[in-house]
């Protein structure tokens, strides 16, 4: 079945360090890919998105390009703030499989150090 | 502030009591989800509504008994719960076959 893989956390890092979080997925199809972030104490929030091959999504300083080749969908910044500590889940969506529901990566829980 | 609300927030139980998690959605969605989120595990969807019909049941304990009286309300009946399904439950809705799903905060639910 569909699946996520993403880098197990947590991860630390100074603040205006450059962040990568690896995310690959296996899908049949033509899956969509999403990027939640989960601050403390909240629900999930959908961080940024891409629908289709080579699409990239982007918000708040964060990237993401969809990699058909490599199956992958790695998050990136390139100048981290202290706010963005949270967890960070990797997720896709594929109608072709898994009729539409997520599903999601463990999740990486970021923080970073002032 | 996602549209989606979700009371309570924090809930102890014990194993012998009845309780309910409420969620609402404000977005005009006709899709509301139930999702389980532990320390141990990732994510795991419980159940789907679609149109207020349950087109989803994740092989989940009959314990939990959802319900979707409309397509703005959805619930979760709890009974004779376990400490291991302490953990933060979490709505989300989106419209029908689409991609993007909306998150209510979650509720904290600890079985003593």
Known sequence: ?114 | ETGVTQTPRHLVMGMTNKKSLKCEQHLGHNAMYWYKQSAKKPLELMFVYNFKEQTENNSVPSRFSPECPNSSHLFLHLHTLQPEDSALYLCASSQANRDEQFFGPGTRLTVL
């Open chain 1, 1 to 114: 079945g569909d699946s996520v893989t993403q880098m197990e956390g947590p991860v630390t890092l100074s603040e205006e360090a450059f962040l990568t979080i690896n995310c690959t997925y296996t899908a049949t199809g033509y899956p969509s890919l999403f990027w939640y972030v989960q601050y403390p104490g909240e629900g999930l929030q959908l961080l940024l998105k891409a629908t289709k091959a080579d699409d990239k999504g982007s918000n708040k300083g964060f990237e993401a390009t969809y990699r058909k080749e490599t199956t992958s969908f790695h998050l990136e910044k390139g100048s981290v703030q202290v706010s963005d500590s949270a967890v960070y889940f990797c997720a896709l969506t594929n109608y072709g499989g898994s009729q539409g529901n997520l599903i999601f990566g463990k999740g990486t829980k970021l923080s970073v150090k002032p």
